[in-house]
């Protein structure tokens, strides 16, 4: 997404609860765009300034692996559900089109879930005024056009 142009909205940490067998809560690196959400791995910690001094730094690329980043598209998502505020969390679920609902938590002053709601009605939108403006164009060039050879009706043809 961010490579077609669309610009970071909001960018910070959100826990996302894993598939797996524990759903442990594992902390991602989320931008959030008006095409979706992306979903990266943390940021690792720089080492330390020792170390930097002993020896170059390794050759590595600047950006995470593109197989790690997870792109959450609008097109694919159906809601977002506040499901509860616990303790400092707001809990909320994203549910996806094909019905995959993922499970996220943030601090409730981070107003993830309700960033992630505003930027989907508006990206819904947006798809909708497009569609109808498509529509409308579709209409008018059909009425634009000249009508071809007229079919004669049954009863002259006789």
Request: aromatic share 6%.
């Amino acid at each position: 997404m961010l490579e077609s142009g669309c610009k970071a909205v909001k960018e910070g940490v959100l826990e996302k609860r894993s598939d797996g067998l524990l759903q442990l809560w594992k902390k991602k690196r989320c931008i959030l765009t008006e095409e979706g959400l992306l979903l990266a791995p943390p940021k690792q910690p720089p080492p330390p300034q020792q170390q930097q001094q002993q020896q170059p730094p390794p050759a590595a690329p600047s950006t995470e692996p593109a197989a790690k980043i997870k792109e959450l598209h609008f097109s694919n998502m159906k809601t977002v559900d506040c499901v509860e505020r616990k303790g400092k969390y707001v809990y909320f679920t994203v549910v996806m089109a094909e019905g995959k609902e993922i499970d996220f938590r943030c601090a409730q002053e981070q107003g993830w879930n309700a960033a992630i709601t505003l930027q989907m009605v508006q990206y819904k939108n947006r798809q909708a005024i497009l569609a109808v403006r498509s529509t409308r164009q579709k209409q008018q060039h059909l009425a634009q056009q000249p009508h071809g050879p007229r079919l004669r009706s049954a009863s002259n043809s006789a």
